[in-house]
């Protein structure tokens, strides 16, 4: 299963190749436009000076996880949920792992008051929906001051001109959260339509933290704030797919240059196939759609989502379709849902097919096939032979 591996030296190019929509050196992107207002609406309530960080997304497992206080026994560490390269580098899972060393630049100063912006992608193993993509946008944005007294009240200041700058004039409310590199943390939930919805994460830079790169914190004190890109992006335009981010039909990508309210497109046909696949007990959604897009690639993107719409242990199922199955202990069999919908051409019903025996192919672990006709040349035929 291609979870339990290191990265491949393929999978590890492809995704050192993917198009950062935050760095303005890749091109011009609305994600930088939301960012800017929020960089410039913190530094207006501050005063203060402001660095970006931009390192390599290849990181050190250390700086990732080890110096922002995460247990060595975090189950977020575990390499079914985390991008390895070697027992030792992985490609990081949030840009908070920028900011252990960004902070060892503050070491024998004072009269510090500067906000940190640390944008970039992050790399995780996540399903396969309207909402979530593997490689998101995230952005640390961390004031450090020299001077030990920032404190709550500094953080709500912070949450409101975030809120303000991402969702003007949004109801906003905030709920206990805990993070192994803050005190006091918080979540950010804002009303949209109706619904609540999580914005972003923050809290007060833990001492340990500040320890960890040189800084007494006695004397250092400041604060952490983490938040996705795509999601603030989303809400605020009102975007109804997070592949429209990087689509490159001139209807979709035009509006993909500022904050202006999303205009709707005419959706292409979908497609829809139901798949019975059997896979081990411990495999979830995540799990699912990481495989799901390392099976099918660049192609990825042609599909809309994977629904979980039945799952049923061995144990429970009766003995006819264990049988028929070929399940055993330690397995599930699960009915997904597959939706595909390209941005920007149809699939024929032999397409469509492919797409969906490639699919079958990486999750299915029973001895059973069900694969359903496609012609040769159906574009995905060859990958699902070898995935096979």
Same mark, same amino acid.
């Given at each position: 299963? +291609?979870?339990?591996?290191?990265?491949?030296?393929?999978? =590890?190019?492809?995704?050192?190749?993917?198009?950062?929509?935050?760095?303005?050196?890749?091109?011009?992107?609305?994600?930088? &436009? *939301?960012?800017?207002? /929020?960089?410039?609406?913190?530094?207006? %309530?501050?005063?203060?000076? &402001?660095?970006?960080?931009?390192?390599?997304?290849?990181?050190?497992?250390?700086? #990732?996880?080890?110096?922002?206080?995460? #247990? @060595?026994?975090?189950?977020?560490?575990?390499?079914?949920?985390?991008?390895?390269?070697?027992?030792?580098?992985?490609?990081?899972?949030?840009?908070?792992? %920028?900011?252990?060393?960004?902070?060892?630049?503050?070491?024998?100063?004072?009269?510090?008051?500067?906000?940190?912006? @640390?944008?970039?992608?992050?790399?995780?193993?996540?399903?396969?929906?309207?909402?979530?993509?593997?490689?998101?946008?995230?952005?640390?944005?961390?004031?450090?001051?020299?001077?030990?007294?920032?404190?709550?009240?500094?953080?709500?200041?912070?949450?409101?001109?975030? /809120? !303000?700058? &991402?969702?003007?004039?949004?109801?906003?409310?905030?709920?206990?959260?805990?993070?192994?590199?803050?005190?006091?943390?918080?979540?950010?939930?804002?009303?949209?339509?109706?619904?609540?919805?999580?914005?972003?994460?923050?809290?007060?830079?833990?001492?340990? &933290?500040? *320890?960890?790169?040189?800084?007494?914190? /006695?004397?250092?004190?400041?604060?952490?704030?983490?938040?996705?890109?795509?999601?603030?992006?989303?809400?605020?335009?009102?975007?109804?797919?997070?592949?429209? *981010?990087?689509?490159?039909?001139?209807?979709?990508?035009?509006?993909?240059?500022?904050?202006?309210?999303?205009?709707?497109?005419?959706?292409?046909?979908?497609?829809?196939?139901?798949?019975?696949?059997?896979?081990?007990?411990?495999?979830?959604? %995540?799990?699912?759609?990481?495989?799901?897009?390392?099976?099918?690639?660049?192609?990825?993107?042609?599909?809309?989502?994977? !629904?979980?719409? +039945?799952?049923?242990?061995?144990?429970?199922?009766?003995?006819?379709?264990?049988?028929?199955?070929?399940?055993?202990?330690?397995? /599930?069999? =699960?009915?997904?849902?597959?939706?595909?919908?390209?941005?920007?051409?149809?699939?024929?019903?032999?397409?469509?097919?492919?797409?969906?025996?490639?699919?079958?192919? @990486?999750?299915? %672990?029973?001895?059973?096939?069900?694969?359903?006709?496609?012609?040769?040349?159906?574009?995905?035929?060859?990958?699902?032979?070898?995935?096979?």
């Amino acid at each position: 299963m +291609s979870y339990v591996d290191y990265l491949t030296p393929d999978q =590890l190019s492809r995704a050192l190749a993917l198009r950062d929509l935050t760095d303005p050196a890749h091109g011009e992107h609305a994600i930088q &436009v *939301l960012l800017d207002a /929020v960089v410039a609406a913190l530094q207006s %309530e501050w005063g203060s000076t &402001v660095r970006y960080v931009r390192s390599s997304p290849v990181v050190p497992v250390h700086e #990732n996880y080890d110096r922002l206080g995460y #247990n @060595a026994d975090d189950v977020t560490r575990a390499r079914r949920y985390t991008r390895y390269i070697s027992p030792t580098v992985m490609l990081r899972s949030h840009t908070s792992a %920028e900011l252990p060393a960004a902070l060892e630049h503050y070491a024998g100063r004072s009269d510090v008051d500067e906000l940190i912006v @640390a944008p970039g992608l992050v790399y995780r193993r996540d399903t396969v929906d309207r909402s979530h993509v593997g490689e998101p946008h995230q952005v640390d944005l961390w004031r450090i001051r020299s001077t030990g007294e920032s404190d709550d009240g500094d953080m709500l200041v912070m949450i409101e001109r975030l /809120v !303000e700058a &991402v969702l003007p004039g949004a109801e906003w409310t905030v709920a206990d959260a805990t993070h192994p590199y803050t005190v006091a943390g918080r979540q950010i939930d804002v009303r949209h339509e109706g619904q609540w919805l999580e914005l972003a994460e923050c809290g007060r830079i833990h001492p340990d &933290v500040l *320890l960890g790169s040189g800084l007494d914190p /006695v004397r250092w004190s400041g604060l952490a704030l983490g938040m996705g890109l795509e999601r603030a992006l989303m809400l605020r335009k009102s975007i109804p797919d997070i592949r429209y *981010l990087r689509a490159e039909d001139p209807r979709i990508a035009s509006q993909m240059l500022s904050l202006e309210p999303w205009r709707d497109v005419s959706p292409l046909p979908a497609s829809r196939r139901d798949i019975s696949v059997v896979v081990a007990a411990d495999e979830d959604e %995540e799990t699912l759609g990481d495989r799901i897009r390392t099976a099918l690639g660049e192609d990825a993107d042609v599909v809309e989502s994977i !629904e979980l719409l +039945s799952r049923t242990p061995h144990e429970s199922l009766p003995h006819a379709a264990r049988s028929r199955l070929g399940t055993r202990d330690g397995q /599930v069999n =699960l009915l997904l849902r597959i939706v595909l919908r390209p941005i920007d051409r149809t699939l024929t019903s032999d397409q469509a097919n492919a797409i969906r025996n490639a699919i079958y192919l @990486a999750v299915h %672990e029973g001895p059973v096939m069900e694969l359903i006709s496609a012609r040769p040349g159906s574009g995905f035929d060859g990958r699902a032979r070898r995935l096979g």
